[in-house]
């Protein structure tokens, strides 16, 4: 199945029925009183998760939803049926944004989340509810109102415990397919990741995390090199990230300024994104000697958390899993706990929303931009000219 984190879609709530008008008619009772029901009102789109979903893909092959109208109301006081809710089902993780006003509509985060996108029309009024006592035959009736249409971009930022973060080939996919169940493809050549994978990593016998691993981050990736952008989308629902640092790059490069570059587009992206907490992991170890680590860690003395491991061997890798599952630990019985906690948690997901919501707009703009300024196509006619 194709990956699409993004799509934008059209919503169309149903339309209310109308007001009847009718009078009651009998074969004895020549003039009855009214007795036109009022319509059924639309039906309202709503957006739910679904846990078995992992892309956007359908919704793009099926850009305009439509909601059922209600029924218009019919005589002796009966009542038009309402319009059926159309659910659509979404990915957990994905948020919710008006495409004209660029506001956030909402998350998805949760399966009992139930978000309405878009507000069904109000029914009609039938002539009967407009009797009064001077008024005893009205014929007056009111239509039902349009439904709410909305355009909306949905993005899906996966949900996850832990970001893989890194250079191409910095071995993120190998550990997470060692430290869990998940057989992301894995090859020596850079960007074979092209999709994020999740991966559950069960520390114990009764503690689990989520691990995401998404494409490796090149220099530009904060304005949209290599898709940067969209794959720096996926980081921000996580609460720790592991910078993996190969400690050998085949291309020689230094393995402190490539870290130095992804923190500088971490930073460019989002300030609160780089303010998460990072590990750094020096991968790759079985490739040099004990001296040359050494060497290397004392380079990075100035982190708060350095661990070196071999996916391959499986050196450090324990150890690392182990200290992560003990923080993540420590976070989910700190949030449970503290509400000052909770409002931070809720606050820096606030502002990193927003965050990626400035990142797509600007992406947009620059895309109208580019296309506006490309030249336009134009015939050439080559004359062979001939001597007189």
């Given at each position: 199945?194709n990956?699409?984190d993004?799509?934008?879609?059209t919503?169309?709530?149903?339309?209310?029925?109308?007001g009847?008008l009718s009078f009651?008619?009998?074969?004895n009772?020549?003039k009855?009183?009214p007795n036109?029901?009022?319509?059924g009102a639309g039906?309202s789109v709503?957006l739910?998760?679904d846990p078995s979903?992992?892309t956007l893909?359908?919704?793009?092959?099926k850009p305009?939803?439509k909601a059922?109208?209600g029924?218009p109301?019919?005589s002796s006081?009966?009542?038009?049926?309402?319009g059926?809710?159309?659910?659509?089902?979404v990915p957990?993780?994905?948020t919710?944004?008006d495409?004209?006003?660029?506001?956030v509509?909402?998350?998805?985060?949760?399966?009992n989340?139930?978000?309405?996108v878009?507000?069904g029309?109000?029914p009609?009024r039938?002539?009967a509810?407009?009797k009064?006592?001077t008024?005893r035959?009205?014929?007056?009736?009111?239509?039902?109102?349009s439904?709410e249409?909305?355009k909306l971009r949905?993005q899906l930022?996966?949900?996850?415990?832990?970001?893989?973060?890194?250079m191409p080939?910095?071995?993120?996919s190998?550990?997470?397919?060692?430290?869990?169940a998940?057989?992301?493809?894995i090859?020596?050549?850079p960007?074979?990741?092209l999709k994020?994978?999740l991966?559950?990593?069960r520390?114990?016998?009764d503690q689990?995390?989520?691990?995401?691993d998404?494409?490796?981050?090149i220099r530009?990736?904060?304005?949209?090199?290599?898709?940067?952008?969209?794959f720096?989308?996926?980081?921000?629902?996580?609460?720790i990230?592991?910078?993996l640092?190969?400690?050998?790059p085949a291309?020689?490069s230094?393995?402190v300024e490539n870290a130095?570059?992804?923190?500088?587009?971490l930073?460019?992206?989002?300030q609160?994104l780089?303010e998460?907490t990072?590990?750094?992991?020096?991968?790759k170890?079985?490739c040099?000697?004990e001296e040359?680590?050494?060497?290397?860690?004392r380079?990075?003395?100035d982190e708060r958390?350095?661990?070196a491991?071999?996916?391959?061997?499986g050196?450090?890798v324990?150890?690392?899993?182990d200290?992560?599952?003990r923080e993540?630990?420590?976070?989910?019985?700190?949030t449970k706990?503290?509400?000052d906690?909770?409002l931070a948690f809720?606050?820096?997901?606030?502002?990193l929303a927003t965050?990626?919501l400035?990142?797509?707009v600007a992406?947009?703009?620059?895309h109208?931009?580019?296309k506006s300024?490309s030249?336009?196509m134009c015939e050439v006619?080559?004359?062979?000219?001939?001597?007189?």
């Amino acid at each position: 199945m194709n990956f699409l984190d993004e799509v934008t879609i059209t919503v169309n709530a149903g339309r209310g029925g109308d007001g009847c008008l009718s009078f009651l008619r009998r074969a004895n009772v020549a003039k009855g009183g009214p007795n036109g029901g009022n319509g059924g009102a639309g039906g309202s789109v709503y957006l739910v998760g679904d846990p078995s979903l992992t892309t956007l893909i359908d919704l793009h092959y099926k850009p305009i939803q439509k909601a059922s109208n209600g029924a218009p109301g019919g005589s002796s006081l009966k009542r038009g049926a309402d319009g059926k809710a159309l659910v659509i089902l979404v990915p957990f993780g994905t948020t919710v944004v008006d495409d004209e006003t660029l506001r956030v509509v909402g998350d998805v985060t949760e399966a009992n989340t139930r978000l309405k996108v878009a507000n069904g029309g109000k029914p009609g009024r039938g002539n009967a509810s407009f009797k009064t006592s001077t008024n005893r035959s009205p014929r007056q009736t009111t239509q039902g109102t349009s439904g709410e249409q909305r355009k909306l971009r949905l993005q899906l930022r996966i949900l996850a415990d832990v970001g893989l973060l890194g250079m191409p080939n910095a071995g993120k996919s190998t550990f997470l397919s060692r430290v869990s169940a998940s057989k992301p493809q894995i090859a020596e050549f850079p960007f074979t990741t092209l999709k994020p994978h999740l991966g559950v990593v069960r520390a114990n016998s009764d503690q689990s995390f989520v691990i995401a691993d998404v494409p490796g981050l090149i220099r530009g990736a904060s304005e949209g090199t290599g898709l940067g952008t969209r794959f720096m989308r996926h980081l921000t629902r996580t609460s720790i990230l592991l910078h993996l640092v190969e400690v050998k790059p085949a291309d020689q490069s230094d393995p402190v300024e490539n870290a130095r570059d992804i923190r500088k587009e971490l930073s460019k992206y989002s300030q609160t994104l780089a303010e998460t907490t990072i590990y750094t992991v020096l991968t790759k170890i079985d490739c040099i000697t004990e001296e040359e680590l050494i060497e290397i860690k004392r380079l990075f003395n100035d982190e708060r958390s350095v661990f070196a491991i071999s996916s391959h061997t499986g050196q450090g890798v324990n150890e690392l899993v182990d200290a992560l599952a003990r923080e993540i630990q420590e976070r989910r019985e700190l949030t449970k706990t503290d509400p000052d906690s909770r409002l931070a948690f809720q606050e820096r997901a606030d502002q990193l929303a927003t965050d990626v919501l400035a990142q797509s707009v600007a992406a947009r703009r620059q895309h109208a931009l580019e296309k506006s300024e490309s030249p336009e196509m134009c015939e050439v006619e080559f004359v062979k000219k001939t001597e007189s």
